[in-house]
């Protein structure tokens, strides 16, 4: 495809890790127009310390258009509703129709119920800090007006219900009234990494009051009840669904090779049938198979910006090359995993290099504020951070727990 104009429009669907990464990078002599139907930017990798009152969620937002805006690009709070590969143009909610010479797609994933009848009614969903707030909110309620037994009930126990668990029982270990059940179709935790990590995790959860359920198939989720393919069933009092994702609806209409990941894309990120249309982050599906990580979508991000640049000015492209990427993965203050490859380190003290993590992009983003909010925001953060979980932790910890809990799986 052969651009006419010498100013290109480049639409970018979705302001999420990938997008941001890519509208940073992208040059201010296109006219680059962000859309995404939130206000804010989160950092989703935290939200579940919501859960425990270690994270606010002041502390894990950024304003989209403040930043947008401060890159010189244009920020739309729409939702997209459909797009047309052909023609060109991407339709929004409220009718609008816009052209586009070069589009990005980084939307990543919606909630998938797997058509589960009660699901969407009656669990909830763990996809956004507003998601969080209303769960800590619910269980405090619950505990204040029930002097029962509590039954939450996590449904997938893959990398989010095992830290949805964790921030659980870092706020609520010592509370006898709740009990904790995670529910999951495999045969056991985290199937995407080593076994040993499910299996310590299990080791690690005997000493608090979690039951799990393994090789379940759910028919039906009620108010107060979860039932299975055997006919059995479970109480509940609270259903968190951390149990799976799915493109969103509209990419459904692009006419261009899918599968159940996202959209396939050549190495340069591109899809099969558009070469103006990059798709990146949770959207894509990589030749080499790669995890739904921040980092990767990051760097996604950034690439498609490079080779956009680069489309435009009818240069060559170059190939996005898969880096591997360590996965921290924290259990509460019970431990936190590194994981890289079949090597996996267990220690508390690896919490502070998971906060380093967040700490550190969060405040690359900041700089994109004006500077009053970014010094205030990072202060901030950091003094959070400070005071509910690396002084927490290091006054809990006693030597005898941090060696025991520190290894090489």
């Excluded at 608090?208 to 028919?219: A, E, G, P, R």
């Amino acid at each position: 495809m052969t651009l006419n104009r010498k100013k290109s429009r480049i639409i970018i669907i979705g302001a999420n890790f990938a997008g941001l990464s890519a509208a940073s990078k992208l040059s201010k002599c296109h006219e680059v127009i962000v859309i995404d139907s939130k206000q804010e930017f989160q950092w989703t990798p935290n939200i579940h310390e919501i859960l425990s009152d270690v994270k606010k969620e002041t502390s894990l937002s950024l304003n989209l258009e403040t930043i947008i805006s401060r890159l010189g690009h244009c920020f739309i709070n729409q939702t997209v509703c459909s797009i047309d590969g052909a023609l060109q143009t991407v339709t929004l909610d409220d009718k609008q129709t816009l052209n586009y010479d070069v589009l990005l797609i980084a939307s990543g994933h919606t909630r998938a119920n797997y058509d589960i009848k009660g699901a969407n009614k009656y669990a909830y969903g763990f996809r956004t800090a507003e998601d969080v707030i209303q769960i800590h909110n619910d269980i405090e309620a619950l505990l204040s007006n029930n002097k029962q037994p509590v039954n939450i009930n996590i449904i997938g126990g893959g990398f989010t219900g095992v830290e949805v668990l964790g921030e659980l029982l870092r706020k609520y270990a010592t509370n006898t009234q709740l009990h904790f059940n995670v529910i999951d179709s495999a045969s056991r935790l985290v199937p995407a990494l080593p076994e040993k990590l499910s299996d310590d995790i299990l080791s690690q959860c005997k000493l608090y009051q979690v039951n799990f359920y393994f090789k379940q198939k759910i028919t039906e989720i009620k108010k107060s009840s979860i039932h299975f393919t055997d006919k059995k069933s479970i109480n509940s009092d609270l259903t968190i669904w951390s149990a799976g994702t799915k493109l969103p609806d509209y990419l459904g209409c692009i006419n261009t090779k899918a599968n159940t990941n996202g959209l396939v894309v050549n190495t340069y990120l591109q899809t099969e049938n558009f070469d103006n249309i990059f798709v990146v982050g949770d959207s894509a599906t990589l030749a080499q198979p790669s995890a739904k990580q921040a980092s990767i979508a990051l760097d996604t991000g950034l690439h498609a910006a490079i080779n956009i640049n680069r489309f435009c000015f009818e240069k060559t492209l170059k190939p996005f090359k898969m880096r591997s990427k360590p996965v921290l993965l924290s259990l509460g203050d019970i431990n936190t995993y590194f994981i890289q490859g079949n090597l996996i380190l267990a220690s508390p003290v690896l919490a502070a290099a998971k906060e380093a993590v967040y700490q550190l992009y969060m405040a690359r983003l900041s700089t994109l504020l004006p500077l009053e909010q970014s010094v205030l925001g990072i202060a901030g953060r950091i003094t959070l951070s400070t005071d509910k979980l690396l002084m927490a932790e290091i006054l809990k910890l006693r030597p005898r727990v941090l060696f025991g809990r520190s290894k090489v799986l």
